[in-house]
């Protein structure tokens, strides 16, 4: 088959990628390398059944040739990239989609939107199911994601409803692994760096609001299973195994001799107290939840950061 993945030079699509391709597909892959990066999707520059294109999803694109699915991943995930370019996040998330799913409604193609526990907002239900609405601050500093990509969800449902096309909705819970922008601002790459540094790790508030963190291979397999499906309302992605960033930061302290400190600062405007997915719905649709340990995960993860940043050591 023949698959569109926006965003395929970043963590989530250039792992898709590298998916899809295994199995025997052809991927056009579409990034316009504000956040991502050419090196994640290097090793396919010169694969036969995959071709890149630089192009930016807010503006439209014919792409000749039969597709039989369209992945929308581009999207501004990081705090450190969205609240750098709110607009151009919004963008993604409104035009960028609608761009998208015309690419899909004109191929009478399938389509995925890659959505967000952030839809959730500061939760006043947990853990958080597909049927709780959020409780998100619409005028905030992350108003921009959040609201791009909940107004993403209800475009996606319209093109369902109005044009039948075949949509699925993930909600993506924090996931990581390699491939991640160390700068970023995500805990996961956040505390790796500083900890290979020597640093201090940057515990915010006073380290009790949780995360659930999911490995980059498990959100891939649900990722492809949903795409498979006939489930047209958000299905939750992540793993339920819930730890709060203080014990966190210890687990990370632990994999290097607990030599880096821990250095508090203040907590971000609406930033999520808990996060955790109720992934009952995506185990009985799809037979799908995770399967590697945050150990494991970890273990894979500061391998690569420790081949691919030597410096800073």
Same mark, same amino acid.
């Given at each position: ?99 998208? @799913? #015309?690419? *899909?409604?004109?191929?009478? =193609? /399938? $389509? ?5 526990? !952030?839809?959730?907002?500061? &939760? ?121 960033? @203080? #014990?966190? *930061?210890?687990?990370?302290? =632990? /994999? $290097? ?5 821990? !250095?508090?600062?203040?907590? &971000? ?45």
């Amino acid at each position: 088959m023949r698959y569109i993945i926006s965003g395929a030079a970043g963590f989530i699509g250039s792992h898709l990628s590298d998916r899809l391709i295994e199995q025997g597909h052809t991927v056009v892959g579409l990034d316009n390398l504000i956040t991502g990066r050419l090196q994640n999707i290097e090793h396919l520059l010169g694969n036969p059944n995959f071709v890149f294109i630089e192009h930016d999803v807010t503006k439209p694109i014919e792409i000749e040739g039969p597709i039989d699915g369209v992945f929308h991943l581009a999207s501004l995930a990081s705090p450190v990239d969205y609240l750098k370019h709110p607009i151009e996040t919004l963008e993604s998330g409104s035009s960028g989609t609608r761009n998208m @799913l #015309e690419l *899909a409604r004109k191929a009478n =193609a /399938r $389509f995925l939107l890659s959505s967000t526990s !952030e839809c959730y907002g500061d &939760p006043l239900e947990h853990p958080q199911k597909e049927t709780y609405w959020g409780n998100v601050n619409p005028v905030g500093p992350r108003s921009c994601y959040d609201e791009s990509k909940r107004y993403a969800e209800a475009l996606t449902m319209a093109y369902h409803r109005v044009y039948g096309l075949a949509t699925n909705i993930a909600r993506i819970f924090n996931t990581y692994g390699p491939r991640m922008a160390l700068n970023d601002g995500r805990v996961v790459p956040a505390f790796i760096e500083q900890a290979l540094r020597g640093a201090n790790l940057t515990v915010f508030g006073d380290g009790s609001q949780t995360r659930s963190f999911c490995y980059i291979s498990d959100l891939i397999e649900g990722l492809v299973r949903l795409s498979q499906s006939d489930e047209r309302y958000p299905v939750n992605l992540g793993n339920p195994a819930e730890i709060t960033i @203080l #014990e966190f *930061a210890h687990c990370i302290r =632990a /994999r $290097f001799g607990n030599k880096p400190g821990i !250095e508090y600062r203040p907590l &971000p405007a609406d930033d999520p107290k808990v996060r955790r997915p109720d992934i009952s719905k995506a185990k009985r649709i799809l037979g799908w939840e995770p399967r590697v340990s945050l150990e494991e995960g970890l273990t894979w993860t500061i391998e690569y950061f420790r081949k691919h940043f030597p410096d800073l050591e």
